[in-house]
Structures are given as C-alpha cells and as structure tokens.
C-alpha cells in the first residue's frame, strides 16, 4: 500500500459525458501527479500539481483539466469524453515534487461506451 | 528528446531461473532512474532507483540493477525468479518533475 488513495475504482461512463476523479496523496507529499495508461499511447505523464498550483503539464487534452485543493487532494475532470478515453488513469504523489520518487495510486479504470 | 527503450515487450522463464530485462533511457543530463512493477489489475509499485552513487543498486523483492552510463542503460535483474514475479516492469527516468517510462516489458514465470 503506497498511501496514495484514488476513488473510485471503476468508472463506465457514456461518450459526451463528463467525470471527475479524485486522489488523496501520502500524508505530507504536497505534489501530486496524473498519467493515463492505455494500450496505444502507454502511460503518460498529464499533469502535476504542487502545494495547489500547477506545475508542470504533460500531454493532456484540453478536454481534460485537473486541480489540487488546500487539503492537497486533487481532482482530474474528462469532459467529452471519447471512446480512445478509455484508461487506466494514475495519480501519483511525492514530497516536494522534485527529482524524488513518485509512489503511485491504485488507479481509476474508466471505460466510455 | 528524452525518452527510454524496453527493447523486449515479453519474456518467459522458468521459476528458479535467472531474469534480466533491458532498460535503454536517453537523456541529455545525469539521469535519475527508476523501476516499477505492476501486477494484473494493481497500480504501479516502486522496486528500486538509482540518482547518484553507487551503480548497483538494490531494490525490494529481490531486485537489483545496474547503471551503465556508457551503455546508456539501466537493466534489472533477480537471481532467481519467482511464480509471484509474473508482472510488468516499466523503467522510467524522471524529466524534471514527471517520468518518462519505457513501454513495459511484460514477465510470465513457468513453474
């Protein structure tokens, strides 16, 4: 158990919706990351927050957007959503957000029908 | 670019035997490395990273692996596999702040 937390599990969803998932980082890791795995692109970096502000951006559509609230949970919204949406979404956390190791989530499997 | 290279996507060995898998990064600076296992429907688990020092570096469940910077390259080993070994492995190296992880390379153990 890495002590990073991401609900839900499982998420089936319809194309044109849009969901939000949620992730709680390690306490007291104030970044936190998010990438997607899926079976043609691979896992990729999206985006990373730290201690509430964005700090670095990854290959994320602009259909999708994400944020870090004071608590330090953060939040990754997929609006639109598409059929090649279809991922294993990961959150990630770690201390400073520097060059330091990331401990990773269990994941959020979405599927759009 | 930065990026890095799993140049074998699956492998096969019997329980006992030895195993290495191949990591290839390419990055301009010191490299900061790493790998990760993730088991059938579980998120990704940290075995073991290299950001200075020593080249071998050891790792849980095992594990050890070995920076060659002449190679470019940062292979993972076990002496002896296990059936509970069958995963797959990503090499990463860290890109200033996210991970840049290879394609995977996909352990099936043979009892």
């Known amino acids: 158990d890495s002590g990073v937390t991401q609900t839900p599990k499982h998420l089936i969803t319809a194309t044109g919706q849009r969901v939000t998932l949620r992730c709680s980082p390690r306490?007291?890791?104030?970044?936190v990351y998010w990438y997607q795995q899926s079976l043609d692109q691979g896992l990729q970096f999206l985006i990373q927050?730290?201690?509430?502000?964005?700090?670095a951006k990854g290959n994320i559509l602009e259909r999708f957007s994400a944020q870090q609230f004071p608590d330090l949970h953060s939040e990754l919204n997929l609006s639109s959503l598409e059929l090649g949406d279809s991922a294993l979404y990961f959150c990630?956390?770690?201390?400073?957000?520097?060059?330091?190791?990331?401990?990773f989530g269990p994941g959020t499997r979405l599927l759009v029908l | 670019a930065q990026s890095v290279t799993q140049p074998d996507i699956h492998i096969t060995v019997s329980e006992g035997a030895s195993l290495e898998l191949r990591c290839n990064y390419s990055?301009?600076?010191?490299?900061?490395l790493f790998w990760y296992v993730q088991s059938p429907g579980q998120g990704l688990q940290l075995l073991l990273k290299?950001?200075?020092?020593?080249?071998l570096v050891q790792g849980i469940k095992g594990f050890e692996a070995e920076f060659k910077r002449s190679q470019s390259s940062f292979n993972l080993r076990k002496p002896s596999v296990h059936w509970s070994d069958a995963a797959e492995y990503f090499c990463?190296?860290?890109?200033?702040?996210?991970?840049?992880f290879g394609t995977g390379t996909r352990l099936q153990v043979f009892p």
């Open positions: 990630a956390s770690s201390v400073s957000g520097g060059v330091e190791t990331q401990y």
């Open positions: 306490s007291g890791d104030l970044s």
């Open positions: 927050y730290y201690n509430g502000e964005e700090r």
């Open positions: 990055y301009g600076a010191t490299p900061y």
């Open positions: 290299y950001f200075s020092g020593d080249t």
């Open positions: 990463a190296v860290d890109n200033t702040d996210k991970l840049i």
